[in-house]
């Protein structure tokens, strides 16, 4: 169907369309979920929040698992490297996601205001702290992941969970809250009404400017920081190991696709454009228009991060030369062709069914439904 080296290619967007979907899918329930505490006041309000994202977060977490399967099925030495020497911070990760799922099935069981406020903070912290590793994560792909491939294709994790946390990292990982944040709160905006929507608006707007200051400090920095090139290295339409490449150290390496092909800016303004128009369209109360145009915020924040990293899909701090990219890492010919047909024939049904479910729920979320369907609902 197509030769090797476009396959490699189209599964590199692919694995990004993934990557997207789940940032707007199931970002935006985590950003629900972190912001419920400071939304909702009282027990009903805080019903009101969990209730507009309650009929679809576990279907949302499809796009979790896809994109998980996909890096597996199509990348699985990059998917080893991460699951075995990100080992703790997986785990963390992994932590914290069992507490979204319980506290929404939990939490009203029992009408106590303790027993609900600790579900609350459960809430929380199983959505913020996903959102905010997500973007350590891609902080640390700048940076450069501690590992090396020794001749028989072992991979070695060198470094230690606390190496993570380089301030690069967390900052990158404030622009992943904030963004998931604002993608969540955009949500609400839609969903509620009264007081509770004028909240949620005061929030974004605190939201939106903390994610715009910062994401353009984490640019300002990168353009300081030493990126890399591959200089040489085999036929992409063959297969190949992380091995058969020289990769150069070059300052501001990671602006050079930018550079190259300007027209690639474009991704780096949807940000600004769509975080600020998003602000604008919630003021006017074009709440619908608004959420669509910060999902369009949160393309350009992944496909940012992609381009600047293209063709590198795990850099190596220890050994640049041992840097995983898209053309030394893919599955073989006839795995990508096989997961084509499953991507073409499969990902249609999800964006099927979740467009059904989501106009079938749609419409407000008010208290004085939670009140009525009291017994019916989280």
Not at 228 to 251: G, R, T, Y
Not at 337 to 361: C, D, E, G
Request: charged content about 10%.
């Amino acid at each position: 169907m197509f030769d090797y080296m476009t396959l490699k290619v189209i599964w590199w967007v692919l694995i990004g369309v993934l990557l997207i979907g789940f940032a707007i899918m199931d970002g935006h329930d985590m950003g629900v979920g972190t912001l419920l505490p400071f939304v909702g006041k009282t027990d009903v309000e805080r019903r009101v929040v969990i209730n507009t994202i309650a009929p679809h977060w576990d279907g949302n977490q499809v796009w979790f698992i896809t994109a998980g399967g996909a890096i597996f099925a199509a990348w699985p030495f990059v998917y080893a490297i991460a699951f075995s020497g990100l080992y703790w911070a997986m785990l963390l990760l992994l932590a914290a996601l069992f507490f979204r799922p319980v506290g929404f099935e939990y939490r009203s069981k029992i009408n106590s205001p303790k027993w609900r406020n600790n579900w609350d903070w459960l809430i929380f912290v199983g959505s913020s702290v996903p959102a905010l590793l997500f973007g350590v994560a891609f902080g640390n792909l700048f940076l450069g992941v501690p590992f090396k491939i020794d001749e028989t294709m072992r991979s070695f994790y060198t470094g230690n969970f606390f190496q993570l946390l380089h301030p690069f990292a967390l900052l990158v990982g404030v622009v992943s809250l904030t963004l998931l944040m604002l993608q969540g709160g955009s949500y609400l905006a839609h969903r509620t009404e009264g007081v509770l929507q004028t909240r949620v608006k005061k929030i974004n707007q605190i939201a939106g400017a903390i994610n715009i200051v910062c994401f353009t400090v984490a640019g300002l920095w990168l353009t300081q920081m030493n990126g890399l090139s591959v200089v040489n290295m085999a036929d992409p339409n063959l297969s190949m190991n992380p091995l058969m490449k020289e990769v150069a150290v070059v300052s501001g390496g990671w602006l050079t696709n930018y550079f190259a092909h300007p027209i690639l800016w474009i991704f780096p303004a949807l940000v600004y454009v769509g975080v600020l128009l998003t602000l604008i369209l919630q003021s006017k109360h074009r709440t619908l228009t608004g959420f669509v145009v910060m999902s369009l915020a949160v393309l350009g924040t992944i496909m940012t991060a992609g381009v600047a990293l293209f063709p590198f899909v795990m850099p190596s701090s220890e050994n640049p030369a041992m840097s995983l990219t898209l053309w030394d890492v893919a599955s073989s010919k006839y795995t990508l062709n096989v997961m084509l047909w499953v991507v073409i024939i499969f990902v249609p049904l999800i964006l099927t069914y979740t467009s059904w479910a989501y106009r079938v729920m749609r419409g407000k979320v008010t208290v004085e439904y939670v009140q009525a369907n009291d017994k019916a609902l989280y």
